[in-house]
């Protein structure tokens, strides 16, 4: 079974815009869960360009399936997590002037930075994953991350890329995933995923999560997030996986 992990950070972009209260990324990811999603996915960011810290807190409060929290590895953004204790963090790369993430942690470069921070987060009883390109390289050098027990696969190349190209960047998808799988670990996916392009990615044996956010929620502003949930369980189950 391939599960859905619904993205509310553009809820709270949509909010931060004006500064509002409204529209609420608790309110979103409720309706996301009763529409089905497994589970609900922020990125804390150290800018808080969108989802704020209290988010979070409430998020933990409220969400009834797994909250997966994407940080930096950086000294205050584990300090928050230890402090709130989502299901999972997943470490992501992030540069400050970047509109989103672009690209997956370097895993050979910053092995020890990860390898502390998946420690530390361990002991906080946290599970812990990677965000990572398809690359064969990245993935062998997960095997000397003893605390990291997933990793999401960077599917935005693939999502970009067409025809002949397309097919080449989803055999590094899954290549990748049948590394990851056979270390042990768990599989997801995400980035730039849409009801377009999403059956292949779902379909992936053994990938057990997708992490969608921008197009459920760009989405959702013209048809309503039950309906915009309910489109992509749709896409997927064409897949065959959901």
């Known amino acids: 079974m391939t599960h859905l992990s619904v993205n509310v950070d553009h809820v709270a972009t949509l909010r931060q815009a004006r500064l509002a209260g409204y529209p609420s990324p608790l309110e979103a990811a409720r309706l996301a869960e009763e529409a089905g999603a497994f589970g609900i996915t922020v990125h804390l960011r150290q800018d808080r360009r969108h989802i704020q810290d209290q988010d979070v807190v409430d998020l933990r409060e409220t969400v009834k399936g797994r909250l997966n929290?994407?940080?930096?590895?950086?000294?205050?953004m584990l300090q928050f997590a230890e402090r709130v204790r989502p299901d999972q963090v997943t470490l992501v790369p992030e540069r400050p002037d970047e509109v989103t993430t672009e690209g997956g942690l370097d895993l050979i470069g910053r092995g020890e930075q990860v390898r502390r921070a998946a420690s530390r987060l361990t002991g906080a009883g946290i599970r812990v994953a990677v965000?990572?390109?398809?690359?064969?390289?990245?993935?062998?050098?997960?095997?000397?991350q003893d605390d990291v027990t997933g990793f999401e696969l960077n599917?935005?190349?693939?999502?970009?890329?067409?025809?002949?190209?397309?097919?080449?960047?989803?055999?590094?998808i899954e290549a990748a995933a049948?590394?990851?799988?056979?270390?042990?670990?768990?599989?997801?996916?995400?980035?730039?995923?849409?009801?377009?392009?999403?059956?292949?990615?779902?379909?992936?044996?053994?990938?057990?999560?997708?992490?969608?956010?921008?197009?459920?929620?760009?989405?959702?502003?013209?048809?309503?997030?039950?309906?915009?949930?309910?489109?992509?369980?749709?896409?997927?189950?064409?897949?065959?996986?959901?």
């Open 131 to 144: 965000f990572v390109d398809p690359d064969l390289e990245q993935l062998a050098a997960l095997d000397d």
């Open 155 to 172: 599917t935005d190349a693939y999502t970009r890329a067409l025809g002949s190209a397309a097919d080449a960047e989803f055999a590094k």
């Open 178 to 242: 049948e590394r990851g799988l056979a270390a042990g670990r768990e599989a997801y996916a995400g980035h730039g995923l849409t009801v377009a392009n999403v059956g292949r990615v779902a379909a992936l044996p053994g990938v057990r999560e997708l992490n969608i956010g921008h197009s459920i929620v760009s989405r959702a502003v013209l048809i309503g997030m039950p309906a915009a949930v309910t489109e992509m369980l749709e896409a997927m189950l064409g897949a065959r996986v959901f």
């Open 69 to 76: 929290l994407e940080i930096a590895a950086e000294e205050p």
